[in-house]
Antibody
Framework: QLQLQESGPGLLKTSETLSLTCTVS??????????WGWIRRPPGKGLEWIGS???????YYNPSLKSRVTISLDTSKNQFSLRLSSVMAADTAVYYC?????????????WGQGTLVTVSS | QSALTQPPSASGSPGQSVTISCTGT?????????VSWYQHHPGKAPKLMIY???RRPSGVPDRFSGSKSGDTASLTVSGLQAEDEGAYYC??????????FGGGTKLTVL
């Protein structure tokens, strides 16, 4: 059974870089035609797609975040990661990782439980 | 791209039906049949309930159904049960390798 688990620091200061890792079990992140994505939910707001990475390493980012986001794969650890630079209070959110396949338009399933990241000054 | 518009809340009594709307534009919901719905209970992983407008993943009760008309997609929950209470989010492919979500609807079972 495919499972995803987010991990990383829960508290950051303004202007720092957010770094989160999603550990995948039950499948290989190198599985053909698979996308691995990051989604976040700010407190009291809806979900926001941050970006996704194809199993080949090709990345796709939300245009509103593109200048600050980097998503990468670590096949040796079966993990993929999110880096968001120059964080601000508006980046406070629960961050989720999820799989979607076989196209980028496919639904996210399954998701991780999420990890809360708080940005303070 | 802008977020999809959902009503902030919806409610119904056990056994009743409730419909949640998700309004986008001709560039996302109206353009593609890649609309999904997710159920979220606090502290848990969001769960896929509907994909490609009206398809149900294995294990999702047939009480959940989806539809679309123009730029608006809808999720209908029939025969409401207590465990259906939670937040529901819609999403759509928006072209150019972009994805957009809705603001979420909190469903209360009275």
């Amino acid at each position: 059974q495919l499972q995803l688990q987010e991990s990383g620091p829960g508290l950051l200061k303004t202007s720092e870089t957010l770094s989160l890792t999603c550990t995948v079990s039950g499948d290989s992140i190198s599985s053909s035609s698979t996308f691995w994505g990051w989604i976040r939910r700010p407190p009291g707001k809806g979900l926001e797609w941050i970006g996704s990475i194809f199993y080949t390493g090709t990345t796709y980012y939300n245009p509103s975040l593109k200048s600050r986001v980097t998503i990468s794969l670590d096949t040796s650890k079966n993990q993929f990661s999110l880096r968001l630079s120059s964080v601000m209070a508006a980046d406070t959110a629960v961050y989720y990782c999820a799989r979607h396949w076989p196209t980028i338009a496919a639904p996210f399933d399954p998701w991780g439980q999420g990890t809360l990241v708080t940005v303070s000054s | 791209q802008s977020a999809l518009t959902q009503p902030p809340s919806a409610s119904g009594s056990p056994g009743q039906s409730v419909t949640i709307s998700c309004t986008g534009t001709s560039s996302d919901v109206g353009a593609y049949n890649f609309v999904s719905w997710y159920q979220h209970h606090p502290g848990k992983a969001p769960k896929l309930m509907i994909y490609e407008v009206n398809r149900r993943p294995s294990g999702v009760p047939d009480r959940f159904s989806g539809s679309k008309s123009g730029d608006t997609a809808s999720l209908t929950v029939s025969g409401l049960q207590a465990e259906d209470e939670g937040a529901y989010y819609c999403s759509s492919y928006a072209g150019n390798n972009n994805l957009v979500f809705g603001g979420g609807t909190k469903l209360t079972v009275l």
